[in-house]
């Protein structure tokens, strides 16, 4: 850029590097000139010479074949300096209307991706490319992005999954070496509970729980955890049921560490004559089926259209294809009347609870003439945990679900439940539970395809007595932000949901309310390496 002023003192010129073209000229009167009036005019040209500075730099980039200095000047930087429309406004407008264009067609075949912004940026200058291209560019590199980040969550679902469902090294060990036990020690196979205290087992006067599993360590924290928080622990009955393979391992483990003040039993499966698969034909269906076998067993995310799924949702279709939906022992609770005969009221743990308060208020609540008291979960104070209603479990675009059932109706949850047997035995909750399984294997598992509550909401519908949500503290399993004083006011907290506290992908904050209750000086425990996190 240069600035020359004529020797007259009659003009003053401004113009660019190659003297082709001239940005400004000031044309002077022929007239004396005054000092004053030079000294003015320089202010003003001192004034100029930024934006003079910036126009070349324009001018330089454009091309000054392309637009005029002071088209080019008025165009960027004249709206109001030079008295032109600012024009940002149409620009803007114009890339919205390429955008709405791209998104409704095809990306191009052969489209060359680039792998950053930066690289993006380069081939543009390189290339020329017009505005529709860059729109096409960005759009698929956002959608290969989007993509990434979609298969790496679901993978990382993927490995939660598996870790949920396998067996931790320490506990299978753990399960092995007291079944190992029980062939070769006598202690360990001595009968539970001795035999003056049978009668104890249907005598209604005590407190009678039932815990359906077949993982030993579970059971020994949920007793242990009961026992502590008791007031009255003489009067605690324990019924521990479990599968074949893992009775006598826990036999072993309650013959060998006997808790102090109460009565344990121990049963498997096998030992109820009336109980077999043969009387229950929806569960050999499930097992035997080769399609409902691949549903639990085979490959996951096969077919699965990532695209349209949430990762939340994904997790939950993972979560209902837990192989211990079609265990025997998690659809036990439909056979407690059958399974206990002389008892009036029980109280239904699962394995994965703790108990930090005395529960024998539980037997003098009035269940009203209801059959199960439980907690609702459309309504508590975390909104994903207790937000919970029909058409959450069920699909509701099913004719028979949309003909029978509420999609606004509450849920309420497994757990901790107090089961009052002698009005079940009154109803057909059992028969009206097959029924709705064997219609949803029929529908290819269509209905629901969410575990073992979504047929007890239909069995037990209209049956249900809501208990005071303090009594069971949901979510442990899954909602990681859980707050820890309401952990520790609850009577019964339930990690429900993959993240259980015995396996590594447990939440580390919550674990402690579950290891405190282990006994890890037991040689059984620590020879196997479970280690207290």
Same mark, same amino acid.
């Given at each position: 850029?240069?600035?020359?002023?004529?020797?007259?003192? %009659?003009?003053?010129?401004?113009?660019?590097?190659?003297?082709?073209?001239?940005?400004? *000229?000031?044309?002077?009167?022929?007239?004396?000139?005054?000092? @004053?009036?030079?000294?003015?005019?320089?202010?003003?040209?001192?004034?100029?010479?930024?934006?003079?500075?910036?126009?070349?730099?324009?001018?330089?980039?454009?091309?000054?074949?392309?637009?005029?200095?002071?088209?080019?000047?008025?165009?960027?930087?004249?709206?109001?300096?030079?008295?032109?429309?600012?024009?940002?406004?149409?620009?803007?407008?114009?890339?919205?209307?390429?955008?709405?264009?791209?998104?409704?067609?095809?990306?191009?075949?052969?489209? *060359?991706?680039?792998?950053?912004?930066?690289?993006?940026?380069?081939?543009?200058?390189?290339?020329?490319?017009?505005?529709?291209?860059?729109?096409?560019?960005?759009?698929?590199?956002?959608?290969?992005?989007?993509?990434?980040?979609?298969?790496?969550?679901?993978?990382?679902?993927?490995?939660?999954?598996?870790?949920?469902?396998?067996?931790?090294?320490?506990?299978?060990?753990?399960?092995?070496?007291?079944?190992?036990?029980?062939?070769?020690?006598?202690?360990?196979?001595?009968?539970?509970?001795?035999?003056?205290?049978?009668?104890?087992?249907?005598?209604?006067?005590?407190?009678?729980?039932?815990?359906?599993?077949?993982?030993?360590?579970?059971?020994?924290?949920?007793?242990?955890?009961?026992? @502590?928080?008791?007031?009255?622990?003489?009067?605690?009955?324990?019924?521990?049921?479990?599968?074949?393979?893992?009775?006598?391992?826990?036999?072993?483990?309650?013959?060998?560490?006997?808790?102090?003040?109460?009565?344990?039993?121990?049963?498997?499966?096998?030992?109820?004559?009336?109980?077999?698969?043969?009387?229950?034909?929806?569960?050999?269906?499930?097992?035997?089926?080769?399609?409902? %076998?691949?549903?639990?067993?085979?490959?996951?995310?096969?077919?699965?259209?990532?695209?349209?799924?949430?990762?939340?949702?994904?997790?939950?279709?993972?979560?209902?294809?837990?192989?211990?939906?079609?265990?025997?022992?998690?659809?036990? @609770?439909?056979?407690?009347?059958?399974?206990?005969?002389?008892?009036?009221?029980?109280?239904?743990?699962?394995?994965?609870?703790?108990?930090?308060?005395?529960?024998?208020?539980?037997? #003098?609540?009035?269940?009203?003439?209801?059959?199960?008291?439980?907690? #609702?979960?459309?309504?508590?104070?975390?909104?994903?945990?207790?937000?919970?209603?029909?058409?959450?479990?069920?699909?509701?675009?099913?004719?028979?679900?949309?003909?029978?059932?509420?999609?606004?109706?509450?849920?309420?949850?497994?757990?901790?439940?107090?089961?009052?047997?002698?009005?079940? @035995?009154?109803?057909?909750? %059992?028969?009206?539970?097959?029924?709705?399984?064997?219609?949803?294997?029929?529908?290819?598992?269509?209905?629901?395809?969410?575990?073992?509550?979504?047929?007890?909401?239909?069995?037990?519908?209209?049956?249900?007595?809501?208990?005071?949500?303090?009594?069971?503290?949901?979510?442990?399993?899954?909602?990681?932000?859980?707050?820890?004083?309401?952990?520790?006011?609850?009577?019964?907290?339930?990690?429900?949901?993959?993240?259980?506290?015995?396996?590594?992908?447990?939440?580390?904050?919550?674990?402690?309310?579950?290891?405190?209750?282990?006994?890890?000086?037991?040689?059984?425990? %620590?020879?196997?390496?479970?280690?207290?996190?």
């Amino acid at each position: 850029m240069q600035l020359h002023i004529s020797p007259s003192m %009659r003009s003053i010129t401004i113009s660019s590097n190659n003297g082709l073209t001239d940005l400004m *000229k000031i044309k002077v009167a022929a007239r004396h000139i005054s000092y @004053r009036t030079l000294f003015h005019t320089i202010l003003i040209v001192a004034f100029l010479l930024p934006f003079v500075f910036i126009l070349t730099a324009l001018v330089t980039l454009e091309g000054a074949n392309k637009c005029s200095s002071f088209d080019c000047f008025g165009r960027r930087f004249g709206p109001r300096f030079l008295g032109r429309v600012d024009d940002s406004g149409k620009l803007v407008r114009d890339f919205y209307k390429i955008f709405n264009q791209v998104i409704t067609e095809e990306i191009p075949d052969g489209l *060359k991706l680039p792998d950053s912004f930066s690289q993006l940026v380069a081939e543009m200058k390189n290339n020329q490319y017009d505005a529709k291209t860059f729109a096409f560019s960005l759009r698929a590199m956002m959608e290969k992005l989007e993509r990434e980040i979609r298969e790496s969550k679901a993978s990382e679902l993927m490995n939660r999954h598996f870790a949920a469902s396998s067996i931790p090294k320490g506990i299978h060990c753990f399960s092995l070496r007291l079944t190992d036990e029980y062939s070769s020690n006598a202690h360990a196979r001595r009968q539970l509970p001795s035999p003056e205290l049978l009668p104890v087992l249907s005598n209604n006067s005590y407190h009678h729980f039932v815990l359906s599993t077949d993982n030993i360590l579970a059971a020994s924290v949920v007793v242990t955890s009961v026992v @502590r928080s008791s007031l009255e622990p003489e009067k605690v009955v324990f019924h521990v049921i479990t599968d074949k393979k893992t009775y006598a391992g826990m036999h072993s483990w309650f013959a060998l560490n006997p808790v102090a003040s109460i009565i344990v039993e121990v049963k498997g499966i096998h030992q109820f004559d009336w109980l077999t698969r043969e009387n229950v034909p929806v569960l050999e269906a499930i097992e035997s089926h080769h399609d409902f %076998r691949n549903y639990y067993h085979g490959n996951h995310i096969a077919g699965a259209n990532l695209s349209n799924t949430t990762p939340r949702s994904f997790a939950s279709k993972l979560q209902a294809r837990s192989p211990k939906y079609i265990s025997l022992l998690n659809h036990l @609770r439909i056979y407690l009347p059958e399974l206990f005969p002389d008892l009036d009221k029980v109280v239904f743990l699962d394995d994965d609870v703790v108990i930090q308060r005395d529960l024998s208020p539980l037997w #003098e609540i009035d269940l009203q003439g209801k059959v199960n008291g439980a907690i #609702e979960t459309c309504k508590g104070e975390d909104e994903w945990v207790m937000s919970k209603y029909f058409k959450n479990y069920f699909n509701f675009s099913h004719p028979l679900i949309a003909k029978h059932l509420d999609p606004d109706e509450c849920a309420w949850a497994y757990g901790m439940n107090i089961f009052d047997l002698r009005a079940w @035995r009154k109803t057909n909750i %059992r028969e009206t539970y097959h029924f709705w399984l064997k219609e949803n294997l029929k529908s290819n598992l269509t209905m629901w395809k969410l575990g073992t509550l979504p047929p007890a909401l239909i069995a037990f519908k209209g049956r249900v007595h809501p208990i005071d949500p303090s009594w069971q503290m949901l979510g442990l399993g899954y909602q990681s932000k859980t707050n820890i004083e309401n952990v520790k006011r609850a009577a019964v907290i339930h990690y429900n949901g993959q993240s259980k506290p015995w396996l590594e992908i447990g939440f580390d904050h919550l674990r402690p309310f579950w290891t405190k209750y282990v006994n890890y000086s037991n040689d059984f425990v %620590r020879n196997c390496h479970i280690l207290e996190s």
